[in-house]
């Protein structure tokens, strides 16, 4: 069963750094593109980061540049976000989602998805 699950999530003073996880199963993720989105309370969902399978390339929206890392360790099949500086507007459900392809990471369909793993940013 292809699965991705994030994990790494909580509550966190603003200031303060979290580590996303995305772990898949059922499917290797060497060849596929990874994103990472997050979706706000009554905001749509919008783009984080993303990483390619062919040269690791990468994309982080302003947002977050200078503050969020993206990179992925192919020999435990897992993708990481590393998010430092956090701001309350950070808060929201982060997923990430894989596409099958070699061709960059950046406004591509992504084929699967995991559940989600809620990030708090608040004193």
């Known amino acids: 069963q292809v699965q991705l699950v994030e994990s790494g999530g909580g509550l966190v003073q603003p200031g303060g750094s979290l580590r996303l996880s995305c772990a898949a199963s059922?499917?290797?993720?060497?060849?596929?593109?990874i994103g990472w989105f997050r979706q706000a309370p009554g905001k749509e969902r919008e783009g984080v980061s993303c990483?390619?399978?062919?040269?690791?390339?990468?994309y982080y929206a302003d947002s977050v540049k200078g503050r969020f890392t993206i990179s992925r360790d192919n020999a435990k099949n897992t993708v990481y976000l590393q998010m430092n500086s956090l701001k309350p507007e950070d808060t929201a459900v982060y997923y990430c989602?894989?596409?099958?392809?070699?061709?960059?990471?950046?406004?591509?369909?992504?084929?699967?998805w995991g559940q989600g793993t809620q990030v708090t940013v608040s004193s």
């Open positions: 059922g499917f290797t993720l060497d060849y596929y593109a």
């Open positions: 990483i390619s399978s062919s040269d690791g390339s990468t």
């Open positions: 989602a894989a596409a099958l392809t070699g061709y960059g990471c950046y406004d591509i369909p992504y084929d699967y």
